[in-house]
T-cell receptor
Framework: KAGVTQTPRYLIKTRGQQVTLSCSPI?????VSWYQQTPGQGLQFLFE???????NKGNFPGRFSGRQFSNSRSEMNVSTLELGDSALYLC???????????????FGPGTRLTVL | DAKTTQPPSMDCAEGRAANLPCNHS???????VYWYRQIHSQGPQYIIH???NNETNEMASLIITEDRKSSTLILPHATLRDTAVYYC??????????????FGQGTTLQVKP
């Protein structure tokens, strides 16, 4: 079974631009979560989508948004990029909601975004 | 904020057991303890999780104290490829939280030859 894939793997943008990152979950997984990782703040939860609906949201400004499609693929968008948005953006998928014994998340390799 | 406390770094000799501690004194009754690790520049990898009983899989063992306020991840025979940052996370399995992990700073494990 293929793992979580993220595209692109590397991206360079300039301040003020916007960017869209893509995540394809493991087949059959319905939950997709996004995380930002920086040296200063570590791994921080951005948001989670389940069945095309945002189910959880972290403490990030409205410039960060996302969506999920009917095939569970997800995109996240960052508008009006700032230097501080330079980070590794990770996507993770898991099976579904509910009380499940094995609810682990599977992470993709990430997209390395550099804002100049 | 993360509900766990871990030492920032640890060393281990190759072939020896690595014992990584985690404190989660405010854990609630329906919260599980999860362990992930992140090898440099890769996405985090799930290792193991447990509620109150000790657990073992092909990667590691998880020992949870009786009061559930702390746990230890054990890598029985550490190899150089186990060098990584190890994260201990507590979370419940409620349907509203399945996709949300709160990471702390983790423990950087350095396995030395």
């Amino acid at each position: 079974k293929a793992g979580v894939t993220q595209t692109p793997r590397y991206l360079i943008k300039t301040r003020g631009q916007q960017v869209t990152l893509s995540c394809s979950p493991i087949s059959g997984h319905r939950s997709v979560s996004w995380y930002q990782q920086t040296p200063g703040q570590g791994l921080q939860f951005l948001f989670e989508y389940f069945s095309e609906t945002q189910r959880n949201k972290g403490n990030f400004p409205g410039r960060f948004s996302g969506r999920q499609f009917s095939n569970s693929r997800s995109e996240m968008n960052v508008s009006t990029l700032e230097l501080g948005d330079s980070a590794l953006y990770l996507c993770a998928s898991s099976l579904a909601g509910g009380l499940q014994a094995n609810n682990e998340q599977f992470f993709g390799p990430g997209t390395r975004l550099t804002v100049l | 904020d993360a509900k766990t406390t871990q030492p920032p770094s640890m060393d281990c000799a190759e072939g020896r057991a690595a014992n990584l501690p985690c404190n989660h004194s405010t854990i609630s009754g329906n919260e599980y303890v999860y362990w992930y690790r992140q090898i440099h520049s890769q996405g985090p990898q799930y290792i193991i999780h447990g509620l109150k009983n000790n657990e073992t899989n092909e990667m590691a063992s998880l020992i949870i104290t009786e009061d559930r306020k702390s746990s230890t991840l054990i890598l029985p025979h550490a190899t150089l490829r186990d060098t990584a940052v190890y994260y201990c996370i507590v979370r419940d399995h409620g349907s509203s939280n399945t996709g949300k992990l709160i990471f702390g700073q983790g423990t950087t494990l350095q396995v030395k030859p």
